[in-house]
Structures are given as structure tokens and as C-alpha cells.
């Protein structure tokens, strides 16, 4: 837990016995391959940092929530009773995770506590990381269990049904199911995951976060690209005669490649493309899991520039700074494999790296990126982080 975390803390409870005071952590995660496409239901990989969210908490009897934050000002609080509708800022999180478990559960005791992100915000899943360290606090503070599965549907419901965001289930499974040296790879249509131990044979690695300086915020270019998936599958079917139901319930992961291969030509151009990038990535899905098996970083990394490039020119994500550190990285020596982080419109870029290259890694990316982007000399930043546990609370 950071210094400063228990620092800020306690100057604002210094009251507060140590026996009381309680800590949950959620880690941020990145998805090596799998971008776009859990919305969709489709397969994806992925790893949780040792690097991650805190919340240092108390337990309050008397059904309110008082948060403060070391990455955003203002003070959030609100009663548990009367949760009221989002304001659009951070601290909706905390209302969307008190209104998404007290759909279930009776929620009396609320929390006090101090926040904070030990990275900078874009691209990896911090959203999820906040909600599911609200959700384990008030958990905790009420005495409610919640098994991994319920976890993972609560703190979805949090970011859909309150904030207002149509993530799917990629942050979340990954922030709870993810463990130290696997890679998980999770069916999202029926929430069926392994976790795949490293090979014997697989080299040394690390993973970079290259912060690119603009702090992502999604809005409607995600859920718009979201509902294009959903336009392509809903079309494909009725091209083929297959029964489709409700657009809401339409996914391309109810479509066979072979529908795909048949009527692509006859979609408007950006469904293809959103299809293009559905039925391809499903593939590198497969093809680096058992590059993953069997020890093939060299082969995996490939995988992931290939991914990375699917997201620019088919999902057509990406904003400038973020285009440019996926094609310095190309050419980077010890860099196995790059692509964005998250929805890809401003934050980070994620890459598999060789840990004996990180001196050159960095020196290289930051002299490349700063002769393009001058402006965020002192906020570009890169980061080396190992795989980890999930989320836990003590």
C-alpha cells in the first residue's frame, strides 16, 4: 500500500484504531489479445498488474459514504438510502457500486475512506479496479459474500446500468480471476475461464505501460463502435436467414465465420470493418494461447502487434499519441509485442517486453515519442509492471 495512501489517511481519521481500519485492492489489467470483442462475447486473454487500486477504509453505522480521492479533487458523499443519479464525475463509481449490490443485498453500514490509483489513469481498467474496491468495502462493512461470478455481474451492472458505460466483462474477470504467472482466457459468453500457467520454456517478461499523457474518458466512440458490432451481427443473420431476435440480445459471437466469409461484401463498410476486427481477433485468440502453451513469446508478441493493428484499421481506434507509440514500438529492440490499452482513444499502450531491454525500452520510446509530442514532456511516462493476483480485502 503506498505511504502517502495511509499518510492521507490518517491525517483526515486520525482517530481511527488500527484494528478498524481496513484495505481493498483491485490491480489495473491489460488484455494482451482480446481487444474489442468481450462485448460481443467473444474469447479473451489477459493479465492483472502489480499495480492497482487502494481503498483504506472504515466501516460507518450510520449508512453513509464519505470518500476522498488522491487522484481527483472534490469530496464524494451520499447516503446509502438515497443513492441519487450520476453527476458525471468520480464519484459515480461509488454510487453506481452501491446501487448495483444493493439490487440484492441490504446495504445499513456505509464507509469512510481515501482512494488512489498508483498509475496514471487510461486504458487500464482503472474504472473497474475503483468500482470493485467500493464493492469488496461495502461488502465487508455489511457482511455480504460474494463469489467471483457475483463480483464480476455486480461490477458490471455498476458501469451499465448506472454509469452508463457498456464495458463488457473483460475488466472485471480479469481484475478478480487473474493469478500471478497465468494467462487467463475467458469465454465471455458463458464465463467459463482457465488460467494457463507459464511454460517452462517461456522467456523472462515484463509488461510496459506506456502512458501517453491524455487520460482517457469513454463515451459514445465506444458505445457507438459497440452498437456498429452489433449492427453487423444483426444484419449478417438476416442476410443468412437466421433467426435474430432483439437487437439488444444480437452479439457476433452468434454469427459463424462462415456466415462472415459469405455475406461481408454486402455490409455497409464500417459494420465489415467492426467484423473484420471481431472474426480475425478471435483467431489470434486461439493462435496465441497455444503460443502461450507452449512457450512462443516471439510468436505471442506477433499475435499482439497484429491485434494492435486490427484496432487501428478495423476497429478504427486510436488517437494520435497512441498511434505513434504502437508504431515506435514496432521497431524497438526487446519489445515483443505492443498494442493500446483499454478502448484505445487516449491513455496507454501495453507491450510484452524483455526485462534485460528496459533501460534502451524507455530511453528509445520516450526520445521518439517527445520529438512528436513535445507537449507532454512532463507527463508522458513509462511504467514496468510484472503479472499478479486479483482483487482482495483485508
Not at 503506498?2 to 488500527?18: D, G, M, N, R, V
Not at 435474430?244 to 456466415?259: E, F, I, M, N
Amino acid at each position: 500500500m503506498p505511504h502517502t495512501l495511509e499518510k492521507q489517511f490518517t491525517s483526515l481519521y486520525p482517530w481511527a484504531e488500527k484494528k478498524d481500519i481496513h484495505t481493498a485492492y483491485a490491480p489495473y489489467r491489460v488484455c494482451p489479445l482480446g481487444a474489442h470483442i468481450d462485448h460481443q462475447y467473444g474469447i479473451i486473454t489477459g493479465f492483472a498488474l502489480d499495480k492497482g487500486v487502494y481503498l483504506r477504509f472504515l466501516v460507518s453505522t450510520d449508512g453513509a459514504v464519505n470518500i476522498d480521492s488522491m487522484n481527483f479533487p472534490e469530496h464524494v458523499s451520499f447516503d446509502l438510502q438515497d443513492i441519487g443519479e450520476r453527476q458525471g464525475n468520480w464519484g459515480d463509481y461509488a454510487k453506481g457500486a452501491a446501487y448495483a449490490l444493493s439490487q440484492n443485498y441490504e446495504l445499513k453500514n456505509g464507509i469512510k475512506g481515501v482512494i488512489k490509483g498508483t498509475l496514471p489513469i487510461g486504458g487500464l481498467s482503472s474504472s473497474a479496479a475503483v468500482v470493485l474496491c467500493y464493492l469488496n468495502a461495502l461488502c465487508l462493512a455489511n457482511g455480504i459474500e460474494l463469489s467471483a461470478s457475483e463480483l464480476i455481474k455486480t461490477a458490471l451492472f455498476a458501469e451499465n446500468g448506472y454509469v452508463g458505460i457498456n464495458v463488457g466483462k473483460l475488466d472485471q474477470s480479469c481484475e478478480v480471476l487473474c493469478k500471478k504467472q497465468h494467462l487467463l482466457a475467458l469465454d465471455t459468453r458463458d464465463d467459463s475461464f482457465s488460467l494457463i500457467p507459464s511454460s517452462p520454456s517461456l522467456p523472462k517478461f515484463e509488461i510496459a505501460i506506456f502512458y501517453s499523457g491524455v487520460s482517457r474518458v469513454l463515451g459514445s466512440g465506444y458505445n457507438t463502435r459497440v452498437d456498429e458490432a452489433k449492427s453487423a451481427a444483426y444484419s449478417l443473420k438476416a442476410f443468412a436467414g437466421i433467426e435474430y431476435g432483439l437487437y439488444k440480445d444480437t452479439r457476433l459471437r452468434d454469427v459463424p465465420a462462415s456466415v462472415y466469409d459469405e455475406f461481408r461484401d454486402q455490409l455497409p463498410e464500417v459494420f465489415a470493418k467492426r467484423a473484420m476486427h471481431y472474426f480475425t481477433e478471435m483467431d489470434r485468440v486461439a493462435k496465441g494461447i497455444e503460443a502461450w502453451k507452449e512457450g512462443d513469446l516471439e510468436t505471442f508478441g506477433k499475435l499482439v502487434f497484429a491485434s494492435g493493428y486490427s484496432s487501428i484499421h478495423a476497429w478504427e481506434t486510436g488517437s494520435p499519441e497512441l498511434k505513434a507509440i504502437y508504431e515506435i514500438s514496432e521497431h524497438v529492440p526487446g519489445i515483443y509485442g505492443c498494442r493500446f490499452s483499454g478502448a484505445g482513444f487516449k491513455g496507454c499502450c501495453m507491450a510484452l517486453i524483455d526485462p534485460t531491454y528496459k533501460k534502451e525500452i524507455e530511453e528509445q520510446v520516450t526520445r521518439e515519442y517527445l520529438q512528436q509530442f513535445p507537449q507532454y514532456k512532463d507527463i508522458f511516462s513509462v511504467h514496468f509492471c510484472k503479472t499478479d493476483d486479483g482483487v482482495r480485502v483485508e
